[in-house]
């Protein structure tokens, strides 16, 4: 059974860092880039940012560049991301994302390219 867990998330305030860790089981996790998305309260699906089955390559939204590193260790089954410089309007609910398909990098939050999504985490980015 493929599972996706979340944690990592919390309260900060603004300015502030987070680290998010997705632990993954159940299949085969360096044969897929993995993606993260989050959804804002009241406002749809966002892509934050993806990365590649090995971590050679990593994508981010225009808006996360700078201030948001994604990185996974495959030997740990483990997909993270470093929010640094956190705004109020980071503030949302952050899913990790496995793509349908091998390999094949996903850079939307449009739910059929993923085929399971963890719980996801609450980050809260207030003074």
């Known amino acids: 059974e493929v599972q996706l867990v979340e944690s990592g998330g919390g309260l900060v305030q603004p300015g502030g860092s987070l680290r998010l860790s997705c632990a993954a089981s159940?299949?085969?996790?360096?044969?897929?880039?993995m993606s993260w998305v989050r959804q804002a309260p009241g406002k749809g699906l966002e892509w934050v940012s993806a990365?590649?089955?090995?971590?050679?390559?990593?994508y981010y939204a225009e808006s996360m560049k700078g201030r948001f590193t994604i990185s996974r260790d495959n030997a740990k089954n483990t997909l993270y991301l470093q929010m640094n410089s956190l705004k109020s309007e980071d503030t949302a609910v952050y899913y990790c994302?496995?793509?349908?398909?091998?390999?094949?990098?996903?850079?939307?939050?449009?739910?059929?390219?993923?085929?399971?999504w963890g719980q996801g985490t609450q980050v809260t980015v207030s003074s």
């Open positions: 994302a496995k793509p349908s398909h091998t390999i094949v990098v996903v850079t939307t939050a449009i739910e059929y390219e993923y085929d399971y």
């Open positions: 159940g299949f085969t996790f360096d044969d897929y880039a």
């Open positions: 990365i590649s089955w090995n971590g050679g390559s990593t």
